[in-house]
T-cell receptor, first 114, second 114 residues
Framework: NAGVTQTPKFRVLKTGQSMTLLCAQD?????MYWYRQDPGMGLRLIHY???????AKGEVPDGYNVSRLKKQNFLLGLESAAPSQTSVYFC?????????????FGPGTRLTVL | AQSVTQLDSHVSVSEGTPVLLRCNYS??????LFWYVQHPNKGLQLLLK??????LVKGINGFEAEFKKSETSFHLTKPSAHMSDAAEYFC????????????FGTGTKLQVIP
């Protein structure tokens, strides 16, 4: 099992450009999450999904959109990138139904917006 | 509602001495609690979790944590620090059962001095 994978690993964008980050998991998990990590702020939840075809907003959703067309994939889109979106982005997945289940994290995507 | 507070943003210990990373939580529900470790430029890895079974939880690499309901604490300890323990550690609270809300602490960076 590959676990959780993220594509790409690094990206540099100019202000106003768009991009999509891909997260894939092969553990048949129901729940998937997108976080951003900034120094001194821990991980902040951007959007999450509790199953195929469903998405919901997290703490910091503005400027991002997501889609979960297939259970194994969770896409994070930036329509018009801003320097404030420079961050490290982590995807995670989790088996459903119980709060006891831990999250499994991808390796991260380091995004710089100039 | 739930929250988690990591009381120290940085902790420095000498190799071979004990490690204590402090975490307090609040939760309106019966919580599940987790500690994750993040090595530089890596994703997050689960160290251990508390899920309402034994209050003393043993994790990987010699770490353990004790759930103290009366003190609303879940401190992470290790008897003897190793250089490879240098990393950032995150305390996480989630609701046990039902809705899958997960809240991260802001992290504690552990420095191990040779």
């Amino acid at each position: 099992n590959a676990g959780v994978t993220q594509t790409p690993k690094f990206r540099v964008l100019k202000t106003g450009q768009s991009m999509t980050l891909l997260c894939a998991q092969d553990m048949n998990h129901e729940y998937m999450y997108w976080y951003r990590q900034d120094p001194g702020m821990g991980l902040r939840l951007i959007h999450y999904s509790v199953g195929e075809g469903t998405t919901a907003k997290g703490e910091v959703p503005d400027g991002y959109n997501v889609s979960r067309l297939k259970k194994q994939n969770f896409l994070l889109g930036l329509e018009s990138a801003a320097p404030s979106q420079t961050s490290v982005y982590f995807c995670a997945s989790r088996a459903g139904t119980s709060g006891n289940n831990e999250q499994f994290f991808g390796p991260g995507t380091r995004l710089t917006v100039l | 509602a739930q929250s988690v507070t990591q009381l120290d943003s940085h902790v420095s210990v000498s190799e071979g001495t004990p490690v204590l990373l402090r975490c307090n939580y609040s939760s309106s529900y019966s919580p599940s609690l987790f500690w994750y470790v993040q090595h530089p430029n890596k994703g997050l890895q689960l160290l251990l979790k508390y899920t309402s079974a034994a209050t003393l939880v043993k994790g990987i690499n010699g770490f353990e944590a004790e759930f103290k309901k009366s003190e609303t604490s879940f401190h992470l300890t290790k008897p003897s620090a190793h250089m490879s323990d240098a990393a950032e550690y995150f305390c996480v609270v989630s609701r046990s059962g039902g809705y899958q809300k997960v809240t991260f602490g802001t992290g504690t960076k552990l420095q191990v001095i040779p």
